[in-house]
């Protein structure tokens, strides 16, 4: 067995901390010896420190970024396949996810997966999405008549909850009718702010070989257990009772319970927590803008006299005014405000002499994108009509990206669309969403969380209207 003096121990610490020092400021100085203007890095840190600390979000940060150096950010996606994050399946089964994997798998089991999300798909679900709404219909009506402030992200993340469960996994998560319900528990903990996961996902970032070296966790084993089974669970049940999709698509890796999982768990999550996002985001605008309330509402009503108030799948489509305010929810609120790419190839930006190396990761800020006032003037301000027809017509397709753009775009964005939409639908048509003594305006971003969260959460009151 191996022992150490203090001496020795002191000499290795010191040798790896200065390791890490000149690794750090020879990876950090590489845009200055290119003579590309930018933000000057630390040594470790890079322009992260405040963010290391907590101090500010990695979104508000890049959005900085954006609004001072926005000239030199890359508009040409096609070389950018991979987003570049970190995929340790061996110490962390579920980060193998299609948000995450390599272009070889991505691409293999987005073809396997893409059929799932087709309109046809959604509208074969859109029933069940319509079961899902109708209980929510009825619980907001319930928690209304208390007359309490009512906090938006928990009671539509339990709707958006049962909804993917219903519609994608065909298992009722009983969301709205148990406080015990094992996937929104679930949910709340993932999604819970946390000092130790800020630190663990700036690591991550900044030194990926030490992070993966020293095999940290992302997913705690409570969370990676509870979906790796329930995923053996569900696939058990479809071979008993002989539930197999046919699907002639070849794919040239195993596909391990682990890695089903980590699709199971990353649509979950993706599906509940967006939607319940943007729902949140949008009656804490509707909520300061009584005028696109009503507005809103009158639309939503005239559908439902029309239909014989129960709307049918094209009919939300045809919802216009619903759409811009959707829209406008989603640029002011973008569900991912950054998106991640790395550069598998080498790549010179077209007209400049800038080069960037195969393997270099970029950072796209989408929520500086969504305020450049080039774009957006007033950009604070909530204005539907920036989504007309002839406005979106005047700006760069890339200036608007809620769900990414290209090839890798967000598999699902059509159906959290839908699941957006009905859930505001079945909270304005009884009820009128107004500001409380606990609204906070502006509110603060939560500087742990990977997306757009306010601190504290939205409460708003809601008043029935019959």
Known sequence: MWKFTFIEIVISCVTILTVLYYYSVTKHSYWRRKNVAGPKPLPIFGNFLDVVFMKTSLAEKLCDFYQVWKHFFVKDFTTFTDRGLLVNEGVDPLSQHLFAIDSHRWRRLRNKLSPVFTSGKLKQMYHLLCECADHFEKYVIDLAAKGDPIECKEITAKFTTDVIGSCAFGINMNALTSEDSEFRNMGRKVFAPSFKDGVVRTIRESLPVLFKFLKIRMISREITAFFVNSTAETISYRMKHDIVRKNSDQI???????????????????????????????????????????????EIQEALKAHNGSLPFKAIKDLKYLDKVFQETLRKHPPVPFLTRRCVNDYTIPDTTVHIPSGTKIFVPVLGLHYDPQYFPDAEVFDPERF??????????????PFGDGPRNCIGARFAIYQTKMGIINILKNCKVSICSKTKIPYEIERTTFGLAPVGGIYLNFTNLS
């Open 252 to 298: 040239d890796f195993e596909l391990t319970d682990e890695l089903i999982a980590a699709q199971f768990f990353v649509f979950f999550f993706a599906g509940s927590a967006t939607p319940a996002t943007a729902i949140s985001f949008a009656l804490y605008e509707l909520a300061q803008n009584e005028g696109i309330q009503d507005k809103l509402r009158d």
């Open 388 to 401: 007309a027809a002839e406005a979106v017509q005047k700006r760069p397709a890339m200036a608007y990206l």
